[in-house]
């Protein structure tokens, strides 16, 4: 059984960076495609960055050239970057992991309880 935890979230100001790290428990994280998501109030769950077991990455294109996901094999965790922040990436940000392709949210089966992000104007 997959478990994943996140950290790293809390308040930001607009124009300015925070990082998320996930960490995963069970199997080594390179047989999973693992990814970031975020729901903002009333709305589906919208994806934010993936990466495939293949290294295949994708993002959604409100956070292309500002954010980036790494994954790091020696600590089993997933990481988001989030640079230039603005007041509308304000969300509950969910950490994913699935054994299918992981490119699409449909694909993803284990999930965080997530944390909170909010950006201040």
């Known amino acids: 059984q997959v478990q994943l935890v996140e950290s790293g979230g809390g308040l930001v100001q607009a124009g300015g960076s925070l990082s998320l790290s996930c960490a995963i428990s069970?199997?080594?994280?390179?047989?999973?495609?693992v990814g970031w998501f975020r729901q903002f109030p009333g709305k589906q769950r919208e994806l934010v960055a993936v990466?495939?077991?293949?290294?295949?990455?994708k993002y959604g294109d409100s956070v292309k050239g500002r954010f980036a996901i790494s994954t790091d094999i020696a600590r089993n965790t997933v990481d988001l970057q989030m640079n230039s922040v603005k007041p509308e990436d304000t969300a509950v940000y969910y950490c994913?992991?699935?054994?299918?392709?992981?490119?699409?949210?449909?694909?993803?089966?284990?999930w965080g309880r997530g944390t909170q992000v909010t950006v201040s104007a």
């Open positions: 994913g992991a699935t054994t299918r392709v992981g490119l699409s949210l449909g694909d993803y089966t284990n």
């Open positions: 069970g199997p080594a994280i390179s047989r999973y495609a």
């Open positions: 990466k495939t077991a293949t290294a295949l990455t």
